[in-house]
Nanobody, 121 residues
Framework: QVQVVESGGGSVQAGGSLRLSCAAS????????MGWYRQAPGKQRELVAT???????NYADSVKDRFTISRDSAKNTAYLQMNSLKPEDTAVYYC???????????????WGQGTQVTVSS
């Protein structure tokens, strides 16, 4: 069974930094795209950043030049380095990974349980 687990959330003051990690584990063959999404109270889940298996990245305009997504394919792990955090970055951050599980014949989308990020002014 495949699992995706986030870690690294917490509380920081505005201007601070946090690094989130997303680790995929279990019986998997390969991982394609990985991404970070967030959902603030009363709002819809939105894309933060994505990274392909080849390393190409995509960012929401609101986080460009502040956040950096990266991945370590050998560890099946993606990271989100968040700098210059703002109160409006407060949300639950979710990791999504497109994974080819051993027991299936196609890539499937897996979500982590989410990690809370709180930025105070």
């Amino acid at each position: 069974q495949v699992q995706v687990v986030e870690s690294g959330g917490g509380s920081v003051q505005a201007g601070g930094s946090l690094r989130l990690s997303c680790a995929a584990s279990g019986s998997l063959v390969s991982i394609n795209d990985m991404g970070w999404y967030r959902q603030a109270p009363g709002k819809q889940r939105e894309l933060v950043a994505t990274i392909t298996s080849g390393g190409s990245t995509n960012y929401a305009d609101s986080v460009k030049d502040r956040f950096t997504i990266s991945r370590d394919s050998a560890k099946n792990t993606a990271y989100l380095q968040m700098n210059s955090l703002k109160p409006e970055d407060t949300a639950v951050y979710y990791c999504n990974a497109h994974i080819y599980p051993r027991q299936y014949t196609t890539f499937m989308s897996y979500w982590g349980q989410g990690t809370q990020v709180t930025v105070s002014s």
